[in-house]
């Protein structure tokens, strides 16, 4: 078993409930490349500052390369009795190099450690979830460009609303997940900070070298604050929250999916390769995936909730109850990063249902605005064009007659404004074509969308 850090002041063994219910090694085994490459730095400042001889120093280092050759190997074995990974990684070397071993641990506490690890597992996994987040933006607009003519009945309340193309409505997806990205990227900046150094919570009486430490690192600076450094967890709130919030939209997208691949919709058919059957009805082919996603992502809000439920009543500054921010930050990151992945995939092989959708833009509700703005083109207030429409629906739309057979008479009757050409605009075409203002839904702007997003996303 895995030597304790600190066992030499108790006085007897630590119960085995205790042990076990204390242990971290179970999740924060995650953390071990990076505990091994922030030992290698702080070994070395150590070296350089003099502050351990300098043979001890190279032993260190060369220890800790050959664990971590052993790690990106797949043949670093965990001691699943070690209290934490810094204490098994500190248990091998020793067991590698010998008495020098024990000189790593001067002017560092596994407070500041641990801050250390986290912040690099995490900086790398921002790296990952960005690149991620852009190949889902690119499949999905090649999906949007490969239908870049399909007009749909748009939604809002869940009932018909207006045209769009089906492009328009991808965009929004892209543009959603820009913002995700941006959030992830904003908040490596205030990851940024290198906390080692700061030992217990009050810093060191030892020569060291933090600012040598954090150039080898990678780090952008350094944390102000020993008390802070190992107390803070904001980081890993602001990441979990960033993820939350990618999440809904991971969400939203895959409602739409469900929703857009019912018999009542038809608009869509997903890939069997990401739908399930059923034991008892044998034509079901059910986006069983897609569900999973939507019900998964209640669990990474749960791990948000769950870190800030556990911050709030902190004294500063470190307490043990901070070893409990890995698991739902590692679940959280895993989470999204396979639920990325499926999207990812998913888009690739969706098929549009052309013809079912085509049958859904006979609904001349679709096109009650675009008659509005004529009317309002004809000098009509806002609330005179509503009321106007609003009697042909209920006189026309509600019995189910369609304004494009009304007479030129029937029309005027409902006003003189209402001319014969108000039936061009009757139809899905003219309507996304009417929507020309900044950001809207004609063709030309969404062609430039198109195009605009092809050169961020390549």
Not at 56 to 80: A, H, N, R
Not at 280 to 291: S, Y
Not at 365 to 385: H, M, P, Q, T
Request: proline share 3%; net charge positive; hydrophobic share 40%.
């Amino acid at each position: 078993m895995t030597k304790k850090l600190w066992g030499s002041r108790f006085p007897k063994k630590t119960s085995v409930l205790a042990d076990k219910f204390t242990s971290s090694i179970s999740f924060d085994y995650k953390l071990a490349r990076y505990d091994c490459l922030g030992s290698i730095a702080h070994a070395r400042m150590l070296g350089k500052q003099r502050i351990i001889p300098q043979k001890d120093s190279k032993l260190i280092v060369k220890g800790l390369s050959s664990i971590l050759k052993s790690l990106e190997k797949g043949k670093f074995k965990i001691d699943p009795k070690a209290e934490d990974i810094h204490s098994n990684i500190q248990d091998m070397l020793f067991r590698r190099i010998g008495n020098a071993a024990h000189k790593l641990h001067t002017a560092r506490s596994r407070n500041d450690q641990i801050a250390l690890d986290i912040k690099m597992y995490i900086k790398n996994e921002i790296t990952e979830l960005t690149d991620f987040i852009i190949l889902l933006q690119r499949s999905i607009l090649k999906f949007a460009r490969d239908n870049r003519k399909v007009i749909i009945p748009g939604y809002t309340h869940l009932q018909v609303a207006q045209c769009v193309l089906l492009a328009h409505h991808l965009l929004a997806y892209i543009v959603s997940l820009e913002r995700d990205k941006a959030r992830l990227i904003d908040a490596q900046k205030r990851i940024d900070q290198m906390p080692l150094g700061s030992c217990a919570f009050s810093g060191t009486g030892l020569p060291i070298d933090r600012e040598a430490v954090k150039k080898e690192l990678g780090f952008k600076g350094l944390t102000e604050n020993s008390i802070d450094s190992v107390s803070d967890r904001d980081f890993v709130i602001e990441i979990l929250a960033d993820l939350s919030i990618l999440s809904v939209h991971l969400s939203r997208i895959a409602e739409d999916l469900i929703l857009w691949s019912t018999k009542e919709f038809s608009f869509i058919d997903i890939d069997f390769s990401f739908c399930t059957g059923s034991s008892i009805m044998p034509h079901k082919k059910n986006p069983d995936v897609l569900e999973l996603i939507r019900g998964t992502v209640g669990k990474i809000h749960g791990d948000l909730s769950n870190v800030l439920i556990m911050m709030k009543g902190l004294p500063l500054s470190y307490n043990r109850d901070l070893q409990l921010d890995k698991p739902p930050l590692f679940d959280a990151i895993d989470t999204v990063k396979d639920i990325l992945e499926i999207f990812i995939a998913l888009f690739e092989d969706i098929v549009i249902e052309k013809e079912a959708i085509r049958a859904r833009l006979n609904d001349e509700s679709l096109f009650s605005v675009d008659i509005v703005e004529y009317l309002i083109k004809k000098g009509l207030s806002y609330r005179e064009a509503h009321d106007i429409v609003g009697r042909i629906a209920k006189d026309c739309l509600d019995k189910g007659e369609r304004i494009s057979e009304l007479t030129n008479h029937e029309l005027r009757k409902y006003s003189k404004k209402l001319m014969p050409d108000v039936k061009s605009i009757l139809n899905p075409v003219a309507s996304v074509n009417l929507k020309t203002s900044y950001g809207g839904t004609s063709p030309r702007l969404v062609e430039r969308q198109l195009s605009i997003w092809n050169k961020r996303l390549r």
